[in-house]
């Protein structure tokens, strides 16, 4: 196997053993199949001007299939000889002629054995050049993550067909060996504005169906009832578990990034959703220990587990799965019954508590809008001196302490606006506040990151500046996985500049291509917390 997909890769190199998330061999081999299915049919696509309009349900199955081969949603291997089958039948489908067709769209597999063997020929390494390999790859982890935003926009309803008519474009794309350097970084910048699109999609999604999210005081205590924790990211996961728990004597509690979904009121309104249990993902394997409960997975992230008890509690649905974990699957209608893990929690004990106290936030673009009068006076009165953008990912590394100590040093004229589980680095400090505006405003998950541009062109256009970048705003970006990749570079194609991304940078981008960012957008890794503070201060 190679891979090198999240930060965490072995060396900052490649997993080619056994990746760092738990991911064995025969897996990556397999995602790296389903993902060169996914370019044969999106050459075919383009090739034979296939209309988007007239793919169907294959649009959702291409991206569906990014997205089970995200960073630890998926460890199944029966999963994905399942996908792959069904996409390959789906890809002749829709081939109207072998001619002038390449490998990708036409190869024929048999059986498991056959699939792993294939995917020796045609995984990451398959591309020679050093250059052409890492824009590919670059491109495709933002499709990933790109496709994560249309998959939750899609199961509220909203879509758009031109995000599915790049996406066929943008995988053809990466099977043409007639594209320079040059071409494929202007199609990277073209993946990040279609980041913008989907990411927009989502949150008009998210605001219609559960409201804009305001000002939350969550609990972070435990009750006496039986109880389940929802992880991942996908809320019509979480609320068609409320529905189905309403008078069942079980409470609900939130985990990692399903945190902000006590932001929108739509699902606030639930009584019986009680809280947040734990922190970021990478806790998990403690914390499940003593919530005692039964978890259920809507989305990454998965931290394969070593005790039998855990396993047995531990309960997939959509992206996500894992072997021995009980996978719940949606109805035509996107109804889901959770009717076992409700059952199975009225079995078992309480969760312990692990902490007590609140945190505070909902401080999306709508409501952060609402109070930028406020906001505006204290930056003229010079009460608040420079924002910084902390959003990003979490992770295992103890390089990572680096966002705590960061955001400790920070002046207390300073303000953190986030999203994403990197937020578990800082939320729970005594940070205090300037004027009664919190130190750290939470605007959500990594999926409500659109919320931080939107808010960066707001205060553009209310202090009448030129040029985003001259705002009183510094960028220190901590990234894990393919969702962060599509954040950044929808930043970049908002003309971001300057951005510092950590705790390394990508381990996909060759020396080459880093040195194009940093040229060209001025991205930068992060070095000791002094010297960032003192550059970004302008000290």
Known sequence: MFCYQCQETARNTGCTVRGVCGKVENVAALQDLLIYTLKGISEI??????????????NIDVIESL???????????EAFESQIKKMIVARDGIRQSRDGLSDAATFRVSSRESMIEKAQSVGVLSTDNEDIRSLRQLIIYGLKGMAAYTEHAERIGFRDSDIFSFVYEALAATLNDQLSVDDLVALTIKTGEYGVNAMALLDQANT????????????????????????????????QLLEQTKDQGVDVYTHSEMLPAHYYPVLNKYEHLVGNYGNAWWKQLEEFESFHGPILFTTNCIVPP???????????????????????????????????????????????QIESGTIVGGFAHNQVI?????IVEAVKSGAIKKFFVMGGCDGRMKSREYYTNFAQALPPDTVILTAGCAKYRYNKLPLGDIGGIPRVLDAGQCNDSYSLAVI???????FEFEDINDLPIAFNIAWYEQKAIIVLLALLSLGIKNIHLGPTLPAFLSPNVATVLVEKFGIAPIGTVEDDVALFMGQ
């Open 67 to 77: 997205f089970m081969t995200i960073t630890n949603a998926n460890f199944d291997e």
């Open 456 to 462: 960066a062109l707001k205060l553009k256009e209310l």
């Open 370 to 374: 609402m109070l930028a009068d406020k």
């Open 208 to 239: 219609t169906r559960f409201g804009n999210p305001e000002i939350t005081t969550v609990n972070l205590g435990v009750r006496e009832n039986p109880a389940i924790l929802i992880s991942g990211h996908d809320l019509v996961d979480l609320e």
């Open 45 to 58: 696509v383009i090739k034979d001007h296939v209309a988007t309009e007239l793919c169907g349900s294959l």
């Open 306 to 352: 070593r005790n039998p008890e855990i396993q047995a509690r531990i309960f997939t649905t959509g992206a996500a799965g894992f072997p021995g974990c009980k996978h719940i699957l949606s109805d035509d209608k996107g109804l889901k019954d959770f009717s076992e893990i409700i059952e199975l929690a009225k079995t078992l004990a309480p969760p312990e």
